[in-house]
């Protein structure tokens, strides 16, 4: 069964500073990986994703992550962190075989708090 | 292009009643998918709807039930409200599934008291 872990359930950095949101994965069939974002009281919205192809995959408001097969990683990076980055971050892997009996599995979300 | 509109966005419901939520897909897609939000369980999935015919279901009882209509429009009935089903209820849109991309709308937030 697919199934996701975020590391660390709140992360705080500095305005400026480097963010690694961590997010580890378990799939029995080549993954398809997503990252997505919610601010306070809205929906989730689509930072970027992994199917197939290139393992560095670069997505919205100057966010990347890696896919790494032998670590089973799929790490969210951004090299300066504003203060609108201020939000909780949700990592994701499709589940199922077949399409049609598929679904995304999300991890339990990192929330990301910028300092001044 | 329109994004994914869930209606109402907020619902104060009593125990017992039952609810009814919609959802209106972005144009063109004809899979719309329903997930749970709470602070203790996450993000966990419901149900998906495809051409009018769930394909998929997630492990919820059955007072949790959805529909889809010709437009892709869809709706989620929960019957029998339960404190325990406060929550915020997202929908999702996409073209192939839910396990491809899938864009969410703003969610619906039901507060049972």
């Known amino acids: 069964a697919q199934s996701v872990t975020q590391l660390g359930s709140h992360v705080s950095v500095s305005e400026g500073a480097l963010v690694l949101l961590r997010c580890n994965y378990s799939?029995?069939?080549?993954?398809?990986l997503f990252w997505y974002v919610q601010y306070p009281n809205q929906g989730l919205q689509l930072l970027l994703k992994y199917t197939t192809g290139a393992t560095l995959v670069k997505g919205i408001n100057g966010f990347e992550a890696e896919f790494k097969k032998s670590e089973t990683s799929f790490h969210l990076t951004k090299p300066s962190a504003h203060m609108s980055d201020a939000a909780e971050y949700f990592c994701?892997?499709?589940?199922?075989?077949?399409?049609?009996?598929?679904?995304?599995?999300f991890g339990q979300g990192t929330r990301l708090t910028i300092n001044p | 292009k329109a994004g994914v509109t869930q209606t109402p966005r907020y619902l104060i419901k009593t125990r017992g009643q039952q609810v009814t939520l919609s959802c209106s897909p972005i144009?063109?897609?004809?899979?719309v998918s329903w997930y749970q939000q709470t602070p203790g369980q996450g993000l966990q999935f419901l149900f998906e709807y495809f051409s009018e015919t769930q394909r998929n279901k997630g492990n919820f009882p059955g007072r949790f039930s959805g529909r889809q209509f010709s437009n892709s429009r869809s709706e989620m009935n929960v019957s029998t409200l339960e404190l325990g089903d406060s929550a915020l209820y997202l929908c999702?849109?996409?073209?192939f599934g839910t396990g491809t991309e899938a864009f969410f709308g703003q969610g619906t937030r039901l507060t049972v008291v």
């Open positions: 994701a892997v499709r589940a199922g075989l077949i399409q049609g009996a598929q679904k995304l599995v």
């Open positions: 799939s029995s069939v080549p993954p398809y």
């Open positions: 999702a849109s996409s073209l």
């Open positions: 144009s063109g897609h004809r899979s």
